[in-house]
């Protein structure tokens, strides 16, 4: 239960942790930061657009779930045999959607040797992408691919670019920071990038989502009491809060275009949008792990839970259930309701599910302390944490449990009153890989995008991928497979990270079902600084203009290799890795131009086989003359995304 009620001492949590994040955040990171320009945006949120968007799932319209009559099911609880009804029939419409787009991307490649609508003809090509965690960094870093991905955002479907992967796309994973993303996308009905960066009402990051008033006082105390209300609402409803709640409502006001960050919305809400019902956009994911109740111990046997618009659960031999996603907060026992048909609607409240995907603060905390951030200033934010809640501060409490006697034979969770999720990357698996390599969804190919910070200049070094092959080989793998990929130091000693890497690219090599050919190819896309120093810390809460733009710019040149300019051939290989398994499942040889790209990005199998090292050097960045060809690649992305810019960069700006 919570004890503080009061703003003061909610407030007072926040502000000292808002000091600290200044400490924290600021890291040793030279920046670039562009002129400044005159941008004539054009606003895609239309506020009547948003407002009538009656038919939220909580019964109350509130951030407290409310009670309704039990619909007719069978059970509100099954097992992970196999894909949902639900699921199955939005995967089979979104096909119907997908297929002419990809038609359309691989004829604009002009491929050699092969025909997209001869061998599209029967089959159905699945592919997922994965945003990894890591804060603003990862959202904004993950956006800039997105922007990249989207064939809406203008030039993208231009030569060298890759635009048209997304509306391919049948699958998409968020975990922390990359929920963030990607359901900031999703629950504001799928606008793209350019529109939520040009928005009034969303992605200002200007300020903390700890002062969202900056200087406004009376603004942020405003905030606070809102949120307070909220969650002693859901409290005194009977249902246990923490931290979480908080945290999620300041996401939900930052990055969901309704009123007050839409107190009442639910994940599940996402069913009603207009693109979900018209197959427009990719099957949305999110990520978190299950951490037993009293415990601190998250580990690669942890349980990976995932969070659909129909469902939450996890395929893992630990649990092997999902629950529907609508009626978690009823009290059920072997997934029946116990209370005379009476149910709870509007627990999964969007803000709260990234918020489970993004529980930071134990990390938090703990950066606190490692960065010499000691004495009084550490020990009243800790106070003050504590103070709110009995329980562990970083989780996030699903009480009661949807999964209360279910497999008893084999879950852990069957006994348990209360289910807690923390931070989907607590695990070591930072990229969201886990629901995308399980057979049933039959994913050909992964794009991995790692934003992860695992050097000590932040930047991604490979580890995620490592953890997700690891944990093949534990009690947790269930028969899902991932292909091999090298140890840590390799990763950063053959400079995997600076240049795009792709595995399981010889499925004969992946011992499974059918030679591997189940098994997705990962193409693997590291944050590296093409254009702008992006290695924020996952810590850092606000941003200003020229660091969004920076970093979502810098993503984009990470998904198109700098439009091309560095690598031509780099989106028509593209092409060929989406290709490449259903090829090898019809025996077929790889054309040349495809051979040619396999050879240049398919990891070998090399492995140095030296200590892993956090300590790296800071790299340069590909492209610091925007006067060459830069230039030229940077106006291209800037009109894409934010419209008319004056080109130029000033060297040496530090946060």
Known sequence: MLYARSLPLVALAFAILLIAERVVARDDVDDIAFRERDIDYVSY???????????????????????????NLPSFVRNATSLSENETQYIENRHAVTTPYLIDYLDRLNLTDFNATEFLADTNITIGLAFSGGGYRAMLAGAGFL?????????????????????????????????????????????????????????????????????????????????????????????????????????????????????????????????????????????????????????????????????????????YSFAV????????TD?????????????????????????????????????????LLYNAALQVLQGISEADNDIAPYEPNPFFDVNPDISYMFNETQLTLVDGGEDYQNIPLAPLIQP??????????????????????????????????????????????????TFVGMNLTARPTWFGCNASNITGENGGTTVPLVVYLANYPWTYYSNTSTFQLSYDTDEVEGIITNGYNVATQGNGTVDTEWARCVGCAIIHRETERRNQTPTAECQSCLSKYCWNGTVLGSQASQETEQPSLVISDQSTSGAAMIGAVSSVVWGVVVLGVVAGAVL
């Open 45 to 71: 949120f239309e506020p009547e657009r948003y407002n009538a968007f009656d038919k939220r799932s909580s019964p109350t319209g509130t951030y407290t779930p409310g009670n309704v009559t039990c619909p």
């Open 147 to 319: 922007a990249a991905f989207d064939a809406r955002t203008p030039n993208s479907t231009d030569e060298g670019h890759v635009g048209g992967l997304l509306q391919s796309s049948t699958y998409i994973a968020g975990l922390s920071g990359g929920s963030w993303l990607v359901t900031s996308v999703a629950i504001n009905d799928y606008p793209t990038i350019g529109e939520l960066q040009a928005s009034d009402t969303v992605w200002d990051l200007s300020n903390s989502i700890l002062n969202p008033g900056g200087w406004q006082i009376a603004q942020t105390a405003s905030y606070y009491s809102q949120i307070i209300d909220e969650v002693d609402g859901k409290r005194d409803a009977g249902f246990d809060v923490s931290l979480t709640d908080y945290w999620g409502r300041g996401l939900a006001f930052q990055l969901f275009n309704y009123t007050d960050g839409g107190p009442g919305l639910t994940f599940s809400d996402i069913r009603n949008l207009s693109t979900w019902q018209n197959y427009s956009m990719p099957f949305p994911i999110v990520v978190a792990d299950g951490r037993p109740y009293n415990t601190n111990i998250v580990s690669l046997n942890s349980t990976v839970y995932e969070f659909n618009p129909y469902e939450l659960g996890s395929w893992d031999p630990s649990l």
């Open 325 to 332: 996603l609508d009626y978690i907060g009823t009290n059920l």
């Open 335 to 375: 997934g029946l309701p116990q209370e005379n048909a009476t149910c709870v609607k509007g627990f999964d409240n969007a803000g709260f599910v990234i918020g489970t995907s993004s529980t930071l603060f134990n990390q938090f905390l703990l950066q606190l302390n490692d960065t010499g951030v000691e004495g």
């Open 440 to 489: 049933a969804r039959q994913v050909d190919v992964i794009f991995a995008i790692d934003n992860s910070a695992d050097t000590n200049f932040s930047w991604p070094a490979g580890w995620s991928m490592t953890a997700t092959y690891d944990r093949q080989f534990t009690s947790q793998a269930n028969g899902t497979k991932f292909p091999a990929v090298p140890d840590r130091n």
